[in-house]
């Protein structure tokens, strides 16, 4: 669970008297995106989410490394480590919180618990 010690969240107006609360990470999150950053070797690595469409219920999400940050892209930052988001994806993914879990039944692996996913298909890979 994120906690205010984890990271802070600030909130992105969008139109007159609406915010979103940005995606975070968690610390899990940040120490599995922190340790892969660096063995890369580029410091100004942060891990993109974003949201396209595809799937059988809508859309997907996509992650990778980034270095190049655009104006309109929302950064938020976890124990150093950065999240960016691009605009259009920012409403998909309000509220939304990156975790890794290291093991278990189900595998180590990046978990997005995003509280704005309406349904999704059998097998996992996309939401609606």
């Given at each position: 669970m994120l906690t205010d010690d984890d990271a802070t969240r600030k909130a992105i107006p969008i139109a007159l008297n609406t915010e979103l609360q940005p995606a975070m990470l968690t610390s899990a999150a940040a120490a599995k995106v922190g340790e892969l950053v660096a063995a890369e070797g580029d410091p100004d690595l942060g891990l993109r989410l974003s949201v396209r469409p595809g799937g059988c219920s809508g859309f997907t999400y996509e992650m990778y490394f980034d270095s190049k940050v655009d104006e309109t892209d929302v950064v938020t930052e976890t124990d150093g480590v950065k999240l960016i988001v691009d605009r259009t994806s920012t409403i998909k993914l309000a509220?939304?919180?990156v975790d890794f879990k290291d093991?278990?039944?189900?595998g180590a692996g990046f978990a997005i618990n995003n509280p704005n996913e309406q349904r999704s298909c059998?097998?996992?890979k996309s939401f609606g």
């Amino acid at each position: 669970m994120l906690t205010d010690d984890d990271a802070t969240r600030k909130a992105i107006p969008i139109a007159l008297n609406t915010e979103l609360q940005p995606a975070m990470l968690t610390s899990a999150a940040a120490a599995k995106v922190g340790e892969l950053v660096a063995a890369e070797g580029d410091p100004d690595l942060g891990l993109r989410l974003s949201v396209r469409p595809g799937g059988c219920s809508g859309f997907t999400y996509e992650m990778y490394f980034d270095s190049k940050v655009d104006e309109t892209d929302v950064v938020t930052e976890t124990d150093g480590v950065k999240l960016i988001v691009d605009r259009t994806s920012t409403i998909k993914l309000a509220g939304s919180t990156v975790d890794f879990k290291d093991g278990g039944l189900e595998g180590a692996g990046f978990a997005i618990n995003n509280p704005n996913e309406q349904r999704s298909c059998g097998c996992g890979k996309s939401f609606g």
